[in-house]
């Protein structure tokens, strides 16, 4: 970059629940925010908070990108590739790294939102960023071909990417105590089945450590520090809400969504050392009984 101390913007594509998280941190603390959103709803509610938003997808694409990314400092992608790539790199690949490049550089930050996905099953061992990414299924396929294609930008033309392999991600209204309350948690019983799973306010947390100290080319794990099975997570929410825990149902009798059952598919414990240790990140909620405690205080107002 060659501008000293430039105004701070922060572009997001796809601004999602984690996203949505992040832009109101940092537009607390005074930078501007924009970003793209599919459908009006969601462009009317980024509008209200202040963030100037943009419709996009694949078949409707920026009116003008020179204009939509004009001084963004640091960009954060986040929509998931599809049948033809990752939609970012395929449209504006270009209008990103000529961002990074030349006397009126501005860009000194990119963050790709992947997911721990990309390890495959591991039989429930740990792994860090340094495993051997074995996808189980075409999603997860897909994101080792994006995260692959987002690092040529570093390696190629010194774009500033960072990527982030993302657990579970949960907090309010995306929790185990909104699944009880709404009737939809369930205790599936397989045996050795663990998930790794990430508080949504720690997903910005660490993105904002990664701001303030880029590693371009890095790779992290966002994951908390305990690795559990899912019906751990659900009776420590009904415990919260003073409920009884539904049954625990047997895997083989189980009846999911193919979506739902392809959670089940892998089993890992992913290893965080890295964002503590290169980004001193000091996990807010180090696990889901933290997480959702604090959730559940916040809602009460304790």
Not at 72 to 92: E, R
Not at 137 to 165: D, M, T
Request: aromatic share 8%; glycine share 10%; net charge neutral.
């Amino acid at each position: 970059m060659s501008t000293l101390n430039p105004p701070r913007r922060l572009f997001c594509f796809g601004l999602g629940y984690s996203g949505r998280v992040l832009a109101r941190r940092v537009l607390a603390e005074g930078w501007s925010v924009a970003g793209t959103c599919r459908d009006e709803a969601g462009l009317a509610e980024l509008t209200a908070l202040g963030i100037e938003a943009f419709p996009f997808e694949r078949t409707r694409p920026l009116l003008s990108v020179e204009r939509a990314l004009a001084g963004t400092t640091h960009l954060l992608a986040g929509i998931p590739p599809d049948n033809d790539g990752d939609v970012v790199l395929g449209l504006y690949g270009k209008a990103v790294a000529a961002l990074a490049s030349g006397a009126a550089a501005t860009l000194g930050w990119v963050g790709y939102l992947s997911t721990t996905g990309v390890y495959g099953d591991t039989g429930g061992a740990w792994v860090n960023e340094t495993a051997p990414l074995r996808p189980s299924g075409v999603r997860q396929r897909r994101r080792v071909e994006a995260e692959a294609a987002w690092l040529s930008l570093w390696f190629q033309h010194q774009v500033p990417v960072h990527i982030f392999r993302l657990a579970g991600i949960y907090g309010p209204g995306r929790s185990a105590l909104d699944q009880v309350r709404a009737g939809t948690a369930r205790r599936i019983d397989k045996p050795g089945q663990v998930f790794s799973r990430i508080h949504v306010d720690d997903v910005a947390g660490v993105l904002l450590a990664s701001m303030a100290r880029p590693y371009p080319g890095a790779v992290y794990n966002v994951c908390d520090d305990r690795p559990a099975p899912a019906p751990e997570v659900v009776a420590w929410a009904c415990r919260l809400l003073g409920v009884t825990s539904p049954p625990m149902t047997p895997w083989a009798e189980a009846v999911l969504s193919p979506m739902a059952a392809s959670f089940y598919e892998d089993n890992r414990r992913v290893r965080n050392d890295r964002i503590k240790e290169e980004l001193g990140v000091t996990l807010r909620h180090p696990d889901f009984e933290s997480g959702l405690t604090d959730q559940f205080r916040r809602e009460r107002g304790l």
